[in-house]
């Protein structure tokens, strides 16, 4: 038996067993295999454990500038490395929970992150005063995507 291709355009969409119509194998675009390429969709929670580790040393800097006089630049970048980097791991935290939730129930992840779009425009749409809240989570996993992606880019998987 040899899979039949469906092309769209001319680009190979996926190809199928010509007797069920069952999809072998999905064939995705050069914008996609690029973002797979930044981002793959592995469950691992490296770059969480990554992070926790730069939010401590910056907690640790933080720390040893309260405890000795040290300038006060040192203390305020230490309290805003520490900040930032425990939001975007709570972030990251965050996307690994709803991947690894949506692989233990063979589930699509996309849905639950259209499920949770859902959720957050029906709430903006009962309480506009949400909306710089949303901006902000939006905002930072935008952040979080950034920072994963430079992590894997230096070898964390």
């Known amino acids: 038996m040899v899979p039949r291709v469906i092309t769209y355009y001319g680009q190979p969409t996926k190809s199928i067993c010509p007797f069920c119509g069952a999809t072998f194998a999905k064939f995705s675009s050069g914008l996609q295999r690029f973002f797979e390429r930044i981002h793959p969709r592995t469950l691992s929670f490296d770059a969480f454990k990554k992070l926790i580790i730069f939010a401590s040393c910056f907690g640790l800097i933080w720390l040893i500038s309260q405890w000795i006089e040290l300038p006060k630049t040192l203390n305020l970048i230490g309290t805003i490395g520490s900040l930032t980097l425990l939001i975007i791991a709570a972030a990251e935290l965050t ?47 935008l952040l979080r995507w950034i920072a994963v992606s430079a992590l894997r880019a230096f070898g964390v998987k």
């Open 95 to 141: 996307v690994q929970l709803i991947e690894h939730l949506a692989a233990k129930l063979s589930h699509e992840s996309n849905y639950y992150w259209a499920g949770l779009v859902l959720i957050l425009s029906v709430l903006l749409s009962q309480n506009p005063d949400l909306i710089d809240y949303t901006l902000l989570f939006s905002g930072v996993m």
